[in-house]
């Protein structure tokens, strides 16, 4: 190797010990400026456990598994192929409604007379 650039490879051993040095020195750095956050943290979860905030609402398989019908195998059938199922219909309120009638002819006006 040239004389200007240094070699790493003859000191890999001590490159690696500061390595390791300076993650142990930053790990109590850390624990040192830092470490009250476990104290706290620890004990918002014994009080989330003793208030029972978060409580565990188990649900069976079969709530939680919903069964999907296969998958058809012709491509002309991919797209939309769940949408004449009623189980995954997403319109909660019926297909987007349409007008009834306009105000005029509700109210028995001549077409002239509305702007």
């Known amino acids: 190797m040239t004389e200007d650039k240094p070699d790493f490879r003859a000191n890999s051993?001590?490159?690696l010990n500061e390595t390791i040095l300076k993650e142990l020195k930053s790990v109590a750095r850390w624990e040192?400026?830092?470490g009250f956050q476990l104290q706290k943290y620890r004990q918002l979860q014994?009080?989330?456990?003793?208030?029972?905030?978060?409580p565990?609402?188990?649900?069976s398989e079969e709530e939680i598994m919903v069964n999907h019908p296969k998958c058809p195998v012709t491509t002309?059938?991919?797209i939309g192929w769940l949408v004449?199922?009623?189980r995954f219909n997403l319109?909660?309120?019926?297909?987007?409604?349409?007008?009834i009638g306009?105000?005029?002819?509700?109210?028995g006006w001549p077409i002239e007379g509305c702007p």
């Open 13 to 15: 051993g001590a490159i």
């Open 32 to 34: 040192r400026e830092w």
């Open 46 to 54: 014994k009080e989330t456990k003793r208030l029972n905030v978060f």
């Open 56 to 59: 565990d609402e188990a649900k």
């Open 76 to 78: 002309s059938k991919q």
């Open 84 to 86: 004449n199922d009623p």
């Open 91 to 99: 319109e909660k309120f019926g297909r987007q409604s349409k007008p």
């Open 102 to 107: 306009s105000l005029d002819k509700k109210l």
